[in-house]
């Protein structure tokens, strides 16, 4: 079947290293999931070398047809005979200079490996091995007396050229090219470029042309190279991760291109978070446009090298593993599937390094980082629908609607294209979906290699408007920022001065409104939208038991005496902001969340002046914690503590792994209860809400304390805190005045839809309880197995969300595709639909 994954058991020799690394690799990972894949099959495995970590890998085909793999650890060059994949062998190593980065090419029976390391004596240079007998090569020649070292290797077969880039040597740095015309004594051509910032990243190179992707410049750099030892410029263009040609300041890092089999379009990545694949068509040279971008996946992923064989091209995405997608339209490619070689959360630059396709049987191999060389067959036999999604009748398109067949799924794009693989068969059902919208199901009659189009047109549901004025309950006085959230949707909105605000566009139901706003106790009602028109809300905010704008020292302690960080220390103050370069991403808040004329927050580091430097002041080298004074919520029902933070977790080379940690003490600090761990940190300033018995069943004096930590590699950690208040929860869905109806037993319209859907990761559901009440939530494959118990025990009175992190029975991550989270509470019980996408 098309979306079977089949693993057999690890090759021989690596049996219980792998199980012993994948195992501490969960433990690491905590609710992650183990490897996964679609449509593409593992047929071995071998990680000989996890101690050391790897890079690259290629493929070598011997004259007989014989098929190899090169596989690069940190201190060598693994050779590996496949010609039964399913049992490799590796027949030889080769010890190289110990660098991260060494990468091969095959010209004939020679093998060339470039290593990049150029300090002291220790130069990586070329290697060269014969593979004349590939079940015993030997290396013929190692040299570094004119190239100390490159970054990466190109080969030109038809006319016996190689290209070094990033490379440096005798003659400077630049791209060194050579003639193969002596294949075991490469002689100098010349040095294209001058460094940096003039730095080529990777060439390819196909006919006489050349694509230079040009690293910090940001641009793809076309070359006429007739005649290789004068490369001239035929023309150049930024991309979205770099920036335009003439600008002086970069942002990112154009780092690798492959074209189309005709040459038309150019496959380029930038090894940006959430800049992905790119396709650009070279048609009109003075003209060239972009015609293409993959949003398939979560967005902090990173596209590394893109490969393509034939029609199919094989991506190397590190923690999203290798994809595979179908170019048979070049401009629009479909993905086909994937091998997830990485089982921790997504974002940073482990995982797959590389996918190397050049092998007549079919199979592909890919590296991965930390677990080594992965044999891998794509299934083909598939059919290919594609269109575009929008509102019926000839409304604009819809961007983020759900497309399922199965265990198939994909996502509208921003343009409202999608293209999805999905199985062969006489009735296909496609299924259409985004909030707001009516479902639509499709049955189309797919045949394998078909590659059809069908344009689908989604109907608005019937809709109605929510408005409303919050007040604060002690005057009737308007507050203005309030935050109005409709409960398991993404509807929100801010209110005005007057302390106003209105959300159109709501499709007719029942939903839960939540009204928060800084200084105030939060309130959640009750509003049913009925068509054509408006639903008007009314919200008196009462006064919490403690609130902390953190405009003045109010007791507050700034550091632990086990604390080690050595930058990006708490401290109180009025934020100035940062951004990372790369992306755009603000790294540390610009301003705190109070409304005017609040300032100050308490934030990790500060620099002196608004900067869009991410390094500056954030945290590094261990950890910093912030702890409150007493919150006196002794003899309260249902006490809370609600707070605003703001979080920023980015890791240049690993997985984000240092979460920002909330701890209770009801001791006076002697113990600590951990009661949240934020790995993902949404977007801005957001919400929390701590239900303090649900730790504590008689609080007393209750200290809160926050721990920021980067512990890991190199990388971004920021966080700040604002707006602390202390309250009870027992008057959060009731309205003291004017009066309001309270809400009755747990009804469908008091539990949310589960957002996001579609999701990646975890997902939610809001649950608005009257009273304390026995809750079981459980969720439920497509075809009515349970796969996960996400809730079975007693929640007290108020808002509560029920969380389910994506894993199934056993700790694995569920399949893309769709689930029912299924919820019952005396008597009654809902059911709503999630969609997954892997």
Not at 316 to 322: E, K, S
Not at 586 to 597: E, K
Not at 758 to 764: D, E, I, M, R
Not at 821 to 834: C, K, P
Request: hydrophobic content about 35%; proline content about 6%; overall charge negative.
């Amino acid at each position: 079947m098309l979306f079977t994954c089949v693993s057999p058991a690890p090759h021989p020799a690596v049996r219980v290293v792998r199980l012993v690394f994948i195992a501490l690799l969960l433990l690491l990972a905590g609710p992650a999931s183990a490897q996964r894949c679609r449509n593409v099959t593992l047929l071995s495995h071998m990680n000989l070398y996890g101690s050391s970590g790897y890079s690259s890998c290629w493929s070598y085909v011997h004259s007989d047809g014989r098929e190899y793999a090169f596989e690069f650890a940190q201190t060598g060059a693994s050779v590996v005979r496949l010609t039964d994949p399913a049992n490799p062998v590796e027949v030889a190593f080769f010890n190289l200079a110990d660098s991260r980065w060494h990468e091969g090419r095959q010209y004939q029976h020679w093998f060339y490996i470039t290593t990049e390391i150029t300090t002291g004596r220790n130069f990586g240079g070329l290697t060269i091995i014969d593979m004349a007998d590939p079940d015993h090569p030997h290396t013929v020649s190692s040299f570094h007396s004119n190239l100390y070292g490159a970054h990466t290797i190109e080969l030109d077969t038809a006319r016996g050229l190689l290209y070094a880039a990033g490379a440096a040597g005798a003659s400077g740095q630049g791209l060194y090219i050579y003639s193969l015309a002596d294949p075991t004594n490469p002689v100098l051509l010349t040095v294209y470029g001058n460094g940096f910032p003039d730095y080529i990243h990777t060439i390819h190179v196909d006919g006489l042309r050349g694509y230079a992707s040009m690293g910090i410049l940001g641009t793809v750099r076309i070359l006429d190279l007739t005649d290789p030892a004068h490369p001239t410029t035929i023309t150049e263009f930024g991309t979205p991760g770099g920036l335009t040609p003439g600008t002086t300041l970069s942002h990112g890092s154009t780092h690798s291109a492959w074209n189309s089999v005709d040459g038309r379009y150019l496959y380029v990545t930038d090894e940006v978070s959430g800049v992905g694949l790119y396709v650009y068509d070279l048609l009109n040279l003075s003209n060239i446009r972009q015609v293409y971008r993959y949003e398939g996946l979560p967005p902090r992923t990173v596209a590394h090298d893109p490969v393509i064989r034939g029609n199919l091209q094989f991506q190397a995405y590190y923690t999203a593993g290798a994809r595979v997608y179908d170019v048979s339209n070049p401009a629009w490619p479909a993905e086909i599937g994937y091998y997830d070689t990485f089982p921790g959360r997504d974002g940073g630059f482990q995982g797959c390094w590389e996918a190397a396709p050049m092998f007549p049987s079919g199979i592909f191999i890919a590296s991965d980082i930390e677990t080594g060389l992965y044999v891998l067959r794509v299934n083909t036999n598939y059919g290919i629908v594609r269109g575009t999604v929008q509102q019926a009748p000839n409304g604009p398109v819809i961007v983020g609607a759900a497309v399922t067949q199965g265990a198939a799924s994909t996502v509208s794009f921003s343009d409202g294209r999608y293209s999805i693989v999905v199985d062969p068969g006489s009735a296909v059902a496609l299924t259409f979906s985004q909030f707001g919208y009516e479902t639509l199901t499709k049955t189309l009659s797919v045949t394998p290699g078909s590659d059809q189009t069908f344009n689908a047109s989604l109907r608005l549901k019937d809709a109605g408007t929510l408005s409303g004025v919050v007040q604060r309950g002690s005057d009737a006085s308007p507050l203005s920022e309030a935050e109005i959230a409709v409960l398991g949707t993404p509807l929100r909105a801010l209110t005005d001065a007057n302390g106003a605000f209105t959300i159109a566009s709501i499709p007719v139901g029942s939903y839960q409104v939540r009204c928060v706003r800084a200084g105030q106790v939060p309130r959640v009602l009750a509003a049913t939208i009925t068509k054509g028109s408006t639903t008007a809300l009314s919200y008196f905010l009462a006064s919490p038991l403690s609130y902390d704008d953190v405009e003045a020292d109010r007791g507050w302690v700034l550091g632990d005496k086990f604390d080690d960080a050595t930058t990006g220390l708490w401290v109180r103050g009025v934020p100035n902001g940062t951004i990372y370069i790369r992306t755009g991403e603000p790294i540390q808040p610009g301003r705190d969340h109070t409304p005017d004329p609040g300032a100050a927050c308490f934030v990790t580091g500060n620099a002196l002046v608004p900067s869009t430097n991410s390094l500056t002041d954030c945290v590094q080298g261990g950890q910093t914690t912030l702890t409150s004074p007493a919150l006196h919520l002794g003899g309260f029902t249902d006490p809370r503590i609600g707070y605003w933070r703001w979080y920023a977790n980015y890791f240049f080379e690993f997985t984000p792994d240092d979460p920002l940690v909330t701890q209770l003490s009801n001791d006076g600090g002697q113990t600590w209860v951990s009661v949240d761990s934020l790995y993902e940190p949404p977007s801005g300033w957001t919400y929390t809400e701590l239900n303090v018995a649900n730790t504590f069943a008689h609080p007393g004096d209750v200290f809160l304390r926050f721990i920021a930590q980067n512990r890991g590699d190199f990388g971004l950690v920021e966080a700040a805190i604002d707006d602390i208040s202390s309250y009870s929860g027992s008057g959060i869905g009731a309205q003291a005045a004017p009066a309001a109806p309270v809400l009755a037993n747990m009804t469908a319209s008091m539990v949310g839809r589960p957002h996001p859907s579609p999701t990646h990761g975890p997902a939610g559901i809001d649950l608005a309880l009257a009273r304390t009440a026995r809750v079981r939530a459980d969720v439920f494959d497509v075809q009515g197995r349970l796969v996960r118990t996400i809730q079975d025990g007693t929640l007290t009175a108020g808002l509560h969300v029920l969380s389910w992190d994506g894993s199934i029975v056993g700790g694995s991550r569920g399949p893309a595709g769709s689930y029912w989270v299924r919820i019952s509470s005396e008597g009654v019980t809902t059911s709503s639909r999630l969609v997954v996408l892997r």
